[in-house]
């Protein structure tokens, strides 16, 4: 199902900021190289990504689902001085990829992979959390979500992509595997009362999650 008109994208695409070299030649790289290279943020989300990381200016940011490291280098641009960004891959050849881009960049000190189970790995990093952008297993999402949050902040800020899941979670009867896990998670949190949210129209659909 088409989101975003094509034309709106392109316009959106040509008024952002333009990716920085390095990004764009990661997105060049996946696009050519790897099977699922729909999964990277993009452009206009990733700028977005910047901005808001920018505006918190956050000391932690956990991510999980790394693929090859797209929004990471976006998240990182924003951390405080001490900042550190924790990002979780399950594939070791995406991360071992990402890890190849991270080296390069400014910010490669304050990015932390992590290769395995979120699941694990999270209760094990004794952080607690400013920015989260949740990007993994779309069945997934609602234990990842309870898992992290006692560790997100007051007024901590949870980021999940893909919540239109291509436009399937819209259907009148949602039959997908993966979207009905997404709709179950918007309807999740959207009875949370412990935060407010909104979703975004962008790219597949973000959900900007606020802890109270």
Known sequence: MELVNPLAEQYAKMVSSPEEDLILKLSEDTKKTHPHAHMLSGQVQGSFLTTLS????PQRILEIGTFTGYSALCLA???????????????????????GYFQHSPDKDKIVLHIGNAMEIIPTLNESWDIVFLDADKSGYIDYYELIFPYLKNNGLIIADNVLFHGQVLEENISGKNAMAIHAFN??????????????????????IRKL
Do not use: P, Y
């Open 77 to 99: 641009k924003g951390l405080s001085r001490e900042g550190v960004l924790h990002t979780i891959e399950l594939r070791a050849e995406d991360a071992a990829k990402a890890n």
């Open 54 to 57: 920018k505006l918190l200016h």
């Open 187 to 208: 309807l999740h949190v959207k009875n949370d009362a412990r935060v407010d949210q909104t979703l975004l129209t962008i790219r597949d659909g973000l959900m900007l």
